[in-house]
């Protein structure tokens, strides 16, 4: 879904990206990576509310993501955007949310 995906530049350098995809009938989180002397900077979090702002323009019902299980900073990361372990879930994986209920999400007319 390249309407959703974005990567992060400084000046030349790519030091940040995310890329969805469209899996099962809802959008999902494919990769998301920042480099590694840019993490804890925000980046990863703004990356993946530009996308979650723009699923929400586009009226997408959710965004799927997978994480491995002790990865601890994206962890945090999700579950402070309301990233909730989905009850299908298995291999520490977190699921769906509903790009609505985010708080910092606005639909269309709202």
């Known amino acids: ?8 530049l ?7 990206a995310i890329l969805v995809t469209h899996w099962m009938g809802a959008p999902l989180v494919a990769e998301l990576g920042v480099a590694k002397d840019r993490r804890r900077k925000g980046l990863g979090r703004a990356l993946l509310e530009a ?6 323009y586009l009226d997408e019902p959710g965004l799927s993501l997978y994480v491995t299980v002790g990865n601890d900073p994206a962890i945090s990361l999700y579950r402070s955007l309301e990233f909730a372990r989905s009850a299908a879930s298995r291999h520490g994986s977190l699921g769906r949310l509903k790009v609505a209920d985010a708080p910092s999400i606005r639909r269309r007319g709202n």
Request: negative net charge; aromatic residues 4%; charged residues 25%.
């Open 10 to 16: 400084e000046g030349d350098r790519i030091v940040g």
């Open 1 to 8: 879904m390249p309407d959703v995906s974005y990567v992060a």
């Open 51 to 56: 996308t979650m702002h723009r699923l929400a």
